[in-house]
């Protein structure tokens, strides 16, 4: 007979039961909570869970892949040891003393910055990850760390650093309560949000414009979130700041300024007036390809609203001019009164690790950008990271800190990075090489020791990072639905060791020192802040209260204890603590955005800089091109996202890749007819890094001038272990993408708007 058995926490099933589990969505930044049927240890249904707080039942077609990703033959289940230019299995052990044996030597012959390290986007969604990625970088001492922040965010997390404070402190677009939103550069139909975290943004948007709100969409692809909207503004890509600054223009212009209850804590207003004072709608008509009197009428509107915002993504901040429009986007939510307020864009406040609910309020050091440049090529540094498209430089060229060996935790920058062909010759040069991934992929194919964390089943959750932007403040950790394999170690685990390792402690030592001394340095920082709950108390009694905890539940614990709604180690008892959200596996609602300013600011004055001198000093650049059109048959590249796609990784899912190829060329029909170019027959694409052959797409759903590559495909090289990818191959669109061509402010790189030659493909 079977047992039926609700088990909140998620405890592994025995043979006799059918138990339930409860699990935020790890695969993108919405976080659908999942219900997980697991009957003898088997996964048999994932749905979306109808009780979670925030996401009411939704999901999309990804969510329930967590049971194939699973179960994917082609999933790593035990560490791989490259022997004789061959990886073959080895046991954790081994793995971890081939790591000690080769990366030791490197960091005593050549210094720290001889290893370089990359996190890939996943660690963004991911419990050990977020806790246990800064270890590793401090113990590894290195300055050559690189991430996906800067091929995707980084523009958008500088200019809110500038503004704000802080780099986490993002304003979000309250769409639930706002009555108008133009959305420039993102597809939130396709991609499900992102630097604003909300599950069914469909139904969301549904309910936007059934209250009568406006929904206006600025892209140069008419997307799916366009051909839902109001109003479709198909502008030239990676003109958006021209655009925004013509409507700051405009409303300078029109006397139509107002801060509102913000203009005591907002400066340099008069400097932002002066920097968009050239850039008038009818000065940026033909560099943007949008009408003055529409950038005029979208200005007027968003002021006119009773609550709007602005809310802009990856196709305004991967762009030559990604900082300036991730600033220009909260410039113009401010200077329309929408900042900070219901139904405009607002400050989300996490339940644990956020910054700005730390420390004095309204004051701290800003903006912790530029203070050092990449030893090659002189790009600079933003909040310890150095620009991702520097990374294959400095492994090629030689001389004192050139990059002798590579960590990857979870990544695959030779699909995500730009020039990926360069990156991939460069990392067969590598003298070692680590990869922490579950799948033997483009990247990790070069790794000298591969070590595969358990899946995402098998290990706990909780969204540090993506809870930060949050349109509706909730908490909610997962306990792992699965157990691990027998002999299996935690993905923290894994991580501790690598740290350990780095450290010069050795393979053997034990991970538990690691999260210890983190936890002792939150705690030292906590009871240091004179406005927190635990101010003055002693580290070694908050210590030992946490003795019931290991590895990332000790410090999450520690961090929703310390937090804004914690219970402070008893200061506030009925403050939340772990044991409370494990207790309400189906999240903890803690209310909707609430005004945050100026307690949420981090700036040294205390106050909002409208007008920040790292961005101004960009702005004679995109003065530069205002008047430059498009030229005669100009093409340019942009990328799409895809509802059954998340960058490169989970085209192994046969679910999510049957049917018709996805990886097309879009190509609008005058120039299609233009260049001889036939639907479904192959095209070359030609830029400066590349060239890549894929089928063509006829659609008007992009502007003329403009045609479009989805990212993340390409998986035909050798020695990867990803067949069900490698019979959907497609083609990598960043053999085309330029590593030189960057925003400036930021040195993220610049995929949108890249200039291509396309033409039949001959055969
Ligand atoms: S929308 Fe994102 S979080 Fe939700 S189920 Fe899909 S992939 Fe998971």
């Given at each position: 007979m079977t047992t039926i058995v609700d088990r909140p926490t998620g405890h592994a099933a025995t043979d006799a039961e059918v138990t339930t589990g409860f699990r935020t969505c790890?695969?993108?930044?919405?976080?659908c909570g999942l219900e997980v049927t697991v009957r003898d240890g088997e996964v048999v249904r994932i749905r979306?869970?109808?009780?979670?707080?925030?996401?009411?039942g939704y999901i999309c077609p990804?969510?329930?892949t967590l049971k194939q990703i699973h179960d994917?033959?082609?999933?790593?289940?035990s560490p791989l040891v490259r022997r004789n230019g061959v990886l073959e299995p080895a046991t954790w052990d081994e793995a971890f003393s081939e790591v000690d044996r080769r990366l030791r030597p490197i960091i005593g012959e050549h210094?720290?910055?001889?290893v370089a390290i990359y996190l890939g986007n996943p660690n963004a969604h991911n419990l050990a990850g977020m806790l246990y990625g800064k270890p590793l970088i401090k113990a590894l001492g290195t300055t050559n760390v690189f991430s996906a922040s800067t091929v995707d965010q980084r523009p958008k997390e500088v200019a809110a650093a500038l503004m704000?404070?802080?780099?986490?402190?993002v304003p979000v677009p309250d769409i639930d309560r706002t009555g108008y939103l133009l959305v420039l550069g993102a597809n939130p139909l396709e991609s499900n949000g992102s630097l604003a975290t909300a599950p069914d943004w469909p139904g969301r948007l549904k309910s936007l414009r059934a209250r009568g709100g406006r929904l206006v969409v600025v892209d140069p692809r008419r997307t799916k979130t366009a051909e839902a909207a109001d109003e479709h503004v198909a502008i030239r890509p990676g003109t958006d700041p021209y655009l925004l600054a013509a409507m700051v223009n405009t409303l300078a212009g029109d006397d139509a300024i107002a801060l509102g209850r913000l203009a005591p804590y907002v400066d340099r207003l008069e400097d932002l007036v002066a920097a968009v004072a050239p850039f008038t709608p009818e000065a940026v008509e033909s560099v943007t390809g949008v009408p003055a009197a529409t950038i005029r009428r979208l200005a007027g509107e968003l002021r006119a609203a009773p609550a709007g915002c602005v809310y802009g993504r990856i196709g305004t901040t991967t762009a030559p001019f990604g900082t300036v429009a991730s600033w220009l986007v909260d410039a113009l939510n401010t200077v329309t009164g929408n900042l900070d307020r219901p139904g405009g864009a607002m400050f989300p406040r996490a339940?644990?690790?956020?910054?700005?609910?730390?420390?004095?309020?309204?004051?701290g050091r800003g903006a912790l950008i530029g203070r050092r440049t990449s030893r090659v090529r002189g790009l600079p540094e933003s909040f310890g990271e150095l620009p991702a498209v520097c990374l294959a430089e400095e492994i090629e060229t030689p001389g004192d800190?050139?990059?002798?060996a590579l960590i990857v935790l979870a990544g695959n920058p030779v699909l995500s990075l730009p020039n990926g062909e360069r990156l991939d010759r460069a990392m067969a040069g590598l003298d070692f090489m680590v990869s922490v991934d579950i799948y033997l992929n483009e990247t990790s194919r070069h790794a000298d020791v591969v070590l595969p964390p358990p899946s995402a089943l098998q290990r706990s959750h909780y969204d540090i990072a993506l809870l930060m932007f949050a349109l509706h403040n909730v908490a909610n950790y997962s306990a792992p639905v699965l157990p691990l394999e027998p002999g299996d170690i935690d993905e923290w685990e894994i991580l501790a060791r690598l740290a350990l390792i780095a450290a010069g402690?050795?393979?053997?030592?034990?991970?538990?020192l690691v999260t210890d001394l983190a936890a002792r340095t939150l705690l030292h920082a906590a009871v240091a802040d004179?406005?927190?709950?635990?101010?003055?108390?002693d580290v070694d009694e908050l210590f030992d209260e946490l003795a019931g905890r290991r590895g990332p539940e000790k410090l999450l614990d520690l961090m929703l204890r310390t937090?804004?709604?914690?219970?402070g180690f008893g200061a506030r008892p009925a403050g939340l603590t772990l044991a409370a959200l494990e207790a309400n596996p189906h999240g903890v609602d803690l209310g909707a955005l609430e005004p945050r300013l100026p307690d949420c600011l981090r700036t040294p004055t205390g106050?909002?800089?409208?007008?920040?001198e790292a961005i101004l000093a960009d702005i004679p650049r995109l003065a530069a091109g205002?008047?430059?059109?498009?030229?005669?048959?100009e093409l340019v590249l942009v990328g799409r996202r895809d509802l059954?796609?998340?960058?490169?990784?989970?085209?192994?899912v046969k679910v999510l890749v049957?049917?018709?190829?996805?990886c097309t060329l879009h190509v609008h029909p005058d120039d299609a007819a233009r260049l001889g170019l036939v639907d479904g027959a192959p095209a070359t694409v030609t830029a400066r890094t590349g060239r890549v052959v894929a089928p063509v797409h006829v659609t008007d759903a992009v502007r003329r001038g403009v045609v479009s590559l989805p990212h993340g495909?390409?998986?035909?090289?050798?020695?990867?272990?990803l067949g069900v990818a490698a019979d959907h191959a497609g083609v990598n669109s960043n053999l085309l993408a330029?590593?030189?061509?960057?925003?400036?402010?930021?040195?993220?790189?610049?995929?949108?708007g890249l200039p291509v030659e396309v033409a039949p493909a001959s055969g």
């Open positions: 790890p695969l993108c930044e919405a976080g979306g869970d109808r009780a979670d707080v925030f996401s009411h990804k969510g329930s994917d033959p082609d999933r790593l289940r210094g720290p910055d001889a704000f404070g802080h780099l986490m402190t339940a644990a690790g956020h910054f700005n609910t730390r420390g004095t309020p309204r004051f800190g050139q990059v002798r402690v050795g393979p053997a030592a034990d991970p538990d004179d406005h927190g709950p635990v101010a003055g108390r937090g804004p709604y914690g219970d106050t909002i800089d409208l007008a920040p205002m008047h430059d059109g498009p030229a005669d048959g059954r796609s998340n960058n490169s990784w989970m085209h192994n049957k049917g018709k190829p996805r495909w390409g998986h035909d090289l050798p020695g990867m272990r330029d590593d030189e061509r960057i925003d400036a402010v930021t040195g993220t790189a610049a995929f949108t």
